[in-house]
């Protein structure tokens, strides 16, 4: 019998993937047809895979819908976690903790770091307690999407190497996400490749080691920057806007031409297919 954190989802999925070299898509969903196309782009292509909220969806969708979704999670046939993304109010991460996620994101990027330190240590222990994982933010990272997170440009902070050691250390948290020159929404010019501190990343990652695993945030980004990340390091790619503009443009062209039944039928295949396209980049294809 495994014991925590070894016996969390998130954590086993997570880890799998660090072992096996490859990175797994943590996929922001919001609505049902999101939901479901993580499921069965996963059961598709016989991969692990993280669906995640937002603190929005606690409150707009209510508890009910989180359990909907963690049970259709966890009755997959490959292994599927629920994971909560930047949590950022207190109180929101005090709800989480009492609903299905396997796996919650607390954000105190807005704290100090003594205070960010003191505020994510004090979520692990909760955590433990229910039985879930935490992923935290160290540094901030600029940008971010409406209702959700924003953080105005020019007020990033970059993760120092040894302050990530030590954040992890003092804080027992089990996931870390870096900020090394990556943003939330679209990068300003030139584009990702010039923003990206990859001597940084290197560092950090040789610092943490693989104790904390690192996740990647802000992944509007081409696909060999994708790749040289995955190469770094990161083995969580978290994954948004990228894996359901098909859907979208599906939605805004066709909605008036279906009935509803067949429009989300196939508004969800579309959604899926395009998930399972990030999956293979990911290579976490067959790895379930
Ligand atoms: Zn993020």
Redesign the pocket.
Known sequence: MSSYPQNNRTYQIIHAAQAGKYAVGGFCVYNYDGVAAVVRAAEANNSPALIQFFPWTIHFQGKHFIQFAADLAHSAKVPIALHL??CIKPEDAEIALQLPFDSIMVDGSLFDEEGNIAYVKSIVQKAEKVGQTVEAELGR?EGGYKDVLEVAEGSGVFTEPEAAKKFVQETGVHFL?PSFGNV?GPYPEPGAERWWQMDRLRRIREEVGDVCPLVL??TAISDDLLKKGIEAGFYKV?QNKMVRRRYMKFLAEEAGKYELTDLQEKGVQIYAEEIGEMMKLLGSVGKA
């Open positions: 993304d930047h990272m996400a939330h945030h802000g978290n």
